[in-house]
């Protein structure tokens, strides 16, 4: 997906639903990383929509069982891309959401301060689809060209900036293909 465009921190071609999971960057925080997530609520399962509820912290513990457990938290991604490569922008990338958790990279901790989160519907070991990449390249490309010193080298998974809590994107996440993607769009 290429042609997206960032204008004060927003995606002009996303849904916006603010998340109240956000707060300001520290003083001089550059955004220089992007972190790939995955997730779906209830676990495997997709199109619910569960996600908005999780990130807006209105989700609604009847629906399932699943929701007690998660109920407390307080998280957010700046993006959310379903299945079907649609994107809903939750926090405007010059804040900071609460994607990461407890995190390293490069040497530094606190990775929410400098990165951006996207979250990909999905799960460790189901293969996500060729629109989601197709919009994680042209989203990419975009925060690339707003934000200088992210580079392709500071994209990563959850798993590499917490290694002992995170498992995603998972092993279904192809990498080389992401990457082939992103190349492409940079052009």
């Known amino acids: 997906m290429q042609g997206l465009s960032i204008d004060n921190g927003w995606l002009a071609q996303a849904r916006w639903l603010v998340s109240p999971n956000q707060d300001a960057r520290p003083p001089n925080a550059a955004v220089d990383t992007l972190v790939v997530h995955g997730i779906t609520l209830p676990p495997g399962r997709f199109g619910r ?14 629906r ?15 993006l959310l891309i379903e299945r079907t490569g649609a994107i ?3 926090v405007g990338f010059d804040a900071r959401a609460w994607h990461a958790g ?11 301060d400098f990165a951006v989160g996207i979250e990909l519907e999905g799960t460790d070991d189901c293969p996500y689809t060729p629109a ?31 290694p002992q809590r995170k498992t995603d ?19």
């Open 49 to 62: 929509g569960q996600v908005d509820a999780l990130f807006t912290n209105t989700l609604d513990i009847s």
């Open 64 to 78: 399932d069982p699943f929701y007690r457990e998660i109920a407390h938290l307080r998280v957010s991604a700046h």
């Open 88 to 90: 809903t922008q939750y």
């Open 102 to 112: 407890k995190s390293a990279f490069d040497g530094r901790t606190r990775v929410n």
């Open 132 to 162: 989601q990449y197709r919009t994680l390249a042209g989203v990419s490309a975009a925060l690339m060209d707003a934000y200088p010193e992210l580079t392709r080298e500071r994209i990563v998974g959850h798993s590499d900036i917490a």
């Open 169 to 187: 994107p998972g092993p279904a996440f192809d990498w080389v293909l992401f990457f082939d993607l992103l190349e492409r769009a940079c052009i």
